[in-house]
């Protein structure tokens, strides 16, 4: 069975950092694809960064610059460097992974996490 924790979420002032981490059990990182995705309440999901399995990134424009994906395929763990935050990166945080291609604007991805609520203060 597919299962993926998110953590590192929390409070921080604008222009400070996270780091969000994403754990996976019954997959193995190196063959899927993995992404970032943040929904803000009353806002739509929407991607913010997605990693295929040859390690390839995406980016949306919003956080182009100041986000980087990273996964540790030996702790099969997937991060989220998150720098130079901004209240409008106020959201909650999920990962997802796919064994197929997935782009950002793609919400069909087939495991999901929980999510990990990040609040940026101005």
């Known amino acids: 069975q597919v299962q993926l924790v998110e953590s590192g979420g929390g409070s921080v002032q604008a222009g400070g950092s996270l780091r969000l981490s994403c754990a996976a059990s019954?997959?193995?990182?190196?063959?899927?694809?993995m992404g970032w995705f943040r929904q803000a309440p009353g806002k739509e999901r929407e991607g913010v960064a997605a990693?295929?399995?040859?390690?390839?990134?995406s980016y949306s424009d919003s956080v182009k610059g100041r986000f980087t994906i990273s996964k540790d395929n030996a702790k099969n763990t997937l991060y989220l460097q998150m720098a130079s935050l901004k209240p409008e990166d106020t959201a909650m945080y999920y990962c997802?992974?796919?064994?197929?291609?997935?782009?950002?604007?793609?919400?069909?991805?087939?495991?999901w996490g929980q999510g990990t609520q990040v609040t940026v203060s101005s």
């Open positions: 019954g997959y193995t990182y190196s063959s899927y694809s």
């Open positions: 997802a992974g796919d064994v197929f291609p997935r782009e950002l604007g793609d919400m069909g991805w087939e495991n």
């Open positions: 990693m295929d399995s040859y390690g390839s990134t």
